[in-house]
């Protein structure tokens, strides 16, 4: 599975910003996903995950309640939707693939990153 994430820009604090993340191959549905981020100078960090059905998700506590992760299998697509952005939002947004528990937050248990979309979030 290839993944390609897309979507970033240059926004204003508080604006809104969708994320989208298009997988190739026929296992798509099958994986559990996530969304991370890096931001310049800083290790990758965990932003939300998803299970393979889309009936659970589990994010960061800097996201929580602003970001909202979902999936369309018919699409082979999984979306960060990101609500209220703030300057320290900044950051390369990256997708990959889950191949532990479905809530990892370790990136050493996520495979497939996708080529990342970069957001920035001016004051």
């Known amino acids: 599975v290839q993944l390609q994430a897309f979507g970033g820009g240059l926004v204003r604090a508080g604006d809104s910003l969708r994320l989208s993340c298009a997988a190739s191959?026929?296992?798509?549905?099958?994986?559990?996903m996530g969304w991370f981020r890096q931001a310049p100078g800083k290790e990758r960090e965990f932003v939300a995950a998803?299970?393979?059905?889309?009936?659970?998700?589990y994010y960061a506590d800097s996201v929580k309640g602003r970001f909202t992760i979902s999936r369309d299998n018919a699409k082979n697509t999984v979306y960060l939707q990101m609500n209220s952005l703030k300057p320290e939002d900044t950051a390369v947004y990256y997708c990959a693939i889950n191949r532990a528990r479905w809530d990892s937050r370790r990136s050493d248990e996520y495979d497939s990153w996708g080529q990342g979309t970069l957001v920035t979030v001016s004051s």
């Open positions: 191959g026929r296992t798509f549905s099958s994986y559990h």
């Open positions: 998803i299970t393979w059905s889309g009936s659970m998700t």
